[in-house]
């Protein structure tokens, strides 16, 4: 039984002994522990030194094999000691058996590469994630050694976009591929699928527990131009930019920073997408209700312009309360522009003419207001064109300006009263000339011309002033002609 054994432990598995008789004498058989091989074949060794440009690997082979530094990986500007270690069992793909000088050329790093494709290609069919560190930082996305080079997306990094790759290098990251392409050698990853997926049974059960209306605690985690992400520990929800406050806002990041930790009410949960709507507004008292309860139409409230547009001005009257003036209201006159009024940061006096509850929506006037109320132009600013009498904000050259509102009739009567007054004064100027020299004519001429004037002043005088529904007092222009 023991020689049997013996025999078998002196075969090996292509049959060649590992003695043989020469002479009579029994001698190792060299020739059978030689490994045979082919060029391009993935063989197995043991690191037996290290050099600083190549490795000597011992494969089996009658002479060790040669690793050269450029053959070790694909990481460009290779250490081979960085690499490699005596004693380490590393596989190798034969590129040459015998070159000029008689030596084995083996290459690792296209013995990992083959290996490398036959795994890659297994998990993208399997759909289980691959592992590889990272080795470099390029425009765009990550480069991951995974025996292969691998390229990882920025946008596929992290369920978040990154700001800072560079935290990552060095790191082993699982990622999922997402697109493989042997004849270019192109290898896609997606780290931000293998976290979704781990994150997905959290979600579910976040979903599972959350309901409309709930008060939940999260952090900002992004901000974009249509609003602000929450991360509420496993799943996202979004604040829509016209959920963050009950007054107008012109970017989240007005209200918000990432990183924040912030109170929200839960306004809707979509389960089938596992999306999230929140409010943050929701969790402040709401400013409008006040303004609904408390004020009326016609009421004339103080407010600050916050906003010019093209069709009119946004003035807010309460804090997170605007409403608008539009373009018809801002003056008696036509207004090409909001501009020529008001200024954004101006404080003015408004009245109300519609409240629209249904809408949220407040319509103010200013050209509605009595005049003790107007704004003028001291209230905008000294060095203003309307100091010097010329077109502008709160100077416009118009009877309805001149005269206040409602008025416009008055200084019509005025100016009747004072073209009646002066048909007057020639008739009653002619008595006295009568009869007279030439001298005496001119004398009562120029009298009566002076009355005229006199006359004249007085009612412009009049008229300027008057803003009552009483009639200008008539000037008494013949009694002051006989004079």
Known sequence: MSDQHTDEAQTLDNGQDLMVEVDGVMIPNYDATILTFEEGDIVTGTVV???????????????????????LSIRKSVDPA?????????????????????????????????????RIEKAAEEGTPVSGSVIEV????????????????????????????????????ECRVIELNRFRNNVVLSRRAVLEE???????????????????????????DFGAFVDLDGI?????????SWSHVNHPSEVLTIGQKVEVRVLDIDRDRQRISLGLKQTQKDPWQQVFENRQVNEIVHGRVTKLVSFGAFVEIEEG????IHISELAQHHVEDPSEIVRPGQEVNVKIIEIDPER???????????????IHEDAMGEGEEGEEGEEGEGAEGTDEEAYGEGTVAEAEAAETDLEEAVAEVPAVAEGPAEGADEAAD??????????VDEAADEAVAEAAVETTDEPAEEAAPAEEAEE
């Open 49 to 71: 030194r290290v050099d600083k440009d190549e490795v000597l690997v011992d494969i089996g082979y009658k002479s060790e094999g040669v690793v050269p530094a450029n053959e």
């Open 198 to 224: 781990e994150r997905r049974g959290a979600r579910e059960q976040i979903l599972d527990r959350m309901n409309v209306g709930d008060l939940v605690t999260g952090t900002i985690s992004n901000i974009v």
């Open 138 to 173: 390029v425009k765009g996305g990550l480069i991951l050694d995974l025996g292969v080079r691998g390229f990882l997306p920025a946008s596929l990094v992290d369920i978040r976009r990154v700001a800072d790759l560079d935290e990552f290098l060095g790191q082993t990251l």
């Open 321 to 324: 309360v605007e409403g608008l």
């Open 442 to 451: 001119e004398a009562a001429a120029e009298t009566a011309e002076e009355a």
């Open 236 to 244: 996202d929800g979004l604040i829509h930019i016209s959920e963050l």
């Open 82 to 118: 960085e690499e490699v270690s005596v004693g380490d069992i590393v596989d190798a793909l034969v590129l040459t058996k015998e070159d000029a000088d008689g030596r084995l050329i083996l290459s690792r790093k296209r013995a990992r590469f083959e290996r490398a494709w036959q």
């Open 360 to 374: 949220r929506r407040l319509s103010l006037s200013l050209k509605r207001l009595e005049p003790e109320y107007r």
